[in-house]
Each structure stands twice: as structure tokens, then as C-alpha cells.
């Protein structure tokens, strides 16, 4: 399958830590790239590859990678990080892309 | 700065096709591809496709059936996405992207495209 899998949404608490997980078989074979997108706007990339950021990006984002499971952690989560989170990688064929189904965050 | 600045939004009839422009600046348009997003209104993102501006070569989502047509104009440092056949389903903003440090790091400011009979 080439579907990318996440939990439609989750909630955490100012400060504490939660973890989005994509689940695919392509996951196996490709790290995973993580995206945060605020309404209205387009998506900022947070983590790519291993566990990579790119300038500019908190080090309380971090990713990791286990068999067909991708995981995104938010440590120490912030009001600002409410959002929408989407997984993307390649396809199981290695020539196309595909986007996850999305988590929505909620910080309370 | 790497910049890319897509076209305006389009208002088009069933039916009829569109054809969005990604004007690329701040770095060597050649060396990067070019892939385009779109985002129906409350869905998540979906990935169309994309092209190597080095050599032309393109890859597109089977999920367009073949409506979508990626080109790029080396001279004009611009990448250009054409979707045919277009129904209302296919009312989303689309966005252009290119990788950087990963994939897809940097974006477009996307382009509202309006099916409405």
C-alpha cells in the first residue's frame, strides 16, 4: 500500500510532550518528512531524513523512524504549535510521493 | 533568498483546464525539482507530481489520471502545472515546492483555483 496513515488528532497539554505517528509500508524503505501548517497557510517543513530540522525550527521538534512507523515528538509543546501535522514520503515504487492523512494538534 | 511566487487565483468552468505558474528565484533553478501540492478545501495535502527542471523529466500522481501536465521554461526560471478536464472536486489551492535541506522545504504561496459552473 502506498497510504500513509495518522491519527486524525491529538491534544496535549501546555508544556507536556506528544508524539504523531504516520504508519506505511513505504516507511520501511523511506525516512519520512514532517510538515506543520497553520490555517491559511502553506506548510513549513519541521523534520526531514534521520531526524533532521532545518533553521529556524525548535529543537523541542524531533523525529525517529521503526519499521513501518514513523513518529514526529513535540517535547515541551507550545501554544504556537497548535496545527496540523502531515507525514510525506515516497511511494513503495520510489518514483512518486505521497502525503499523510494528517494529525491535528490541539495544546491545552 | 530562495523565492517562489506562483500566479493568481483562476475561476474556471467545468470542463475547461487551468494552468499555474511557479516563478523560481535565489538559487540555480536547474539543480532543484519542482513538485506541486494542492489542497481541496478541509482535506489534507495530496501530492500531484513533479519534474526535474535539469532535464524535463516529469512523474505524476495516478490519482490525476493523466489531467495533469508539468512543464518548465529553464529561460524564464518557471515551473508550470496544467490540470485538464476540471470538476468541482478539483476547487483547491495548489502549491508549487522544491527541496532544500529536505524535501519539499521550501513553498509557493499557493494559487486558489475556483471550478464553478
Known amino acids: 500500500s502506498s497510504e500513509l496513515t495518522q491519527d486524525p488528532a491529538v491534544s496535549v497539554a501546555l508544556g507536556q510532550t506528544v508524539r504523531i505517528t504516520c504508519q506505511g509500508d513505504?516507511?520501511?524503505?523511506?525516512?519520512a518528512t514532517w510538515f506543520q501548517q497553520k490555517p491559511g497557510q502553506a506548510p513549513v517543513l519541521v523534520v526531514y531524513?534521520?531526524?533532521n530540522r532545518p533553521s529556524g525550527i525548535p529543537d523541542r521538534f524531533s523525529g525517529s523512524n521503526s519499521g513501518n512507523t514513523a513518529s514526529l515528538t513535540i517535547t515541551g509543546a507550545q501554544a504556537e504549535d497548535e496545527a496540523d501535522y502531515y507525514c510525506?514520503?515516497?511511494?513503495?515504487?520510489?518514483?512518486?510521493?505521497?502525503f499523510g492523512t494528517g494529525t491535528q494538534v490541539t495544546v491545552l | 533568498q530562495v523565492q517562489l511566487v506562483q500566479s493568481g487565483a483562476e475561476v474556471k468552468k467545468p470542463g475547461a483546464s487551468v494552468k499555474v505558474s511557479c516563478k523560481a528565484s535565489?538559487?540555480?533553478?536547474?539543480?532543484?525539482?519542482i513538485h506541486w501540492v494542492r489542497q481541496a478545501p478541509g482535506h489534507r495535502l495530496e501530492w500531484m507530481g513533479w519534474?526535474?527542471?535539469?532535464?524535463?523529466?516529469?512523474k505524476s500522481s495516478q490519482n490525476f489520471q493523466g489531467r495533469v501536465t508539468i512543464t518548465r521554461d529553464t529561460s524564464a526560471t518557471t515551473a508550470y502545472m496544467e490540470l485538464s478536464s476540471l470538476r468541482s472536486e478539483d476547487t483547491a489551492v495548489y502549491y508549487c515546492?522544491?527541496?532544500?535541506?529536505?524535501?519539499?522545504?521550501?513553498w509557493g504561496q499557493g494559487t486558489l483555483v475556483t471550478v464553478s459552473s
Open positions: 515546492a522544491k527541496n532544500g535541506d529536505g524535501d519539499l522545504h521550501y
Open positions: 535565489g538559487y540555480t533553478f536547474t539543480s532543484y525539482a
Open positions: 519534474i526535474n527542471t535539469g532535464n524535463g523529466n516529469t
Open positions: 513505504s516507511l520501511r524503505n523511506y525516512y
Open positions: 531524513g534521520k531526524n
Open positions: 510525506h514520503s515516497r511511494d513503495s515504487s520510489g518514483n512518486h510521493y505521497v
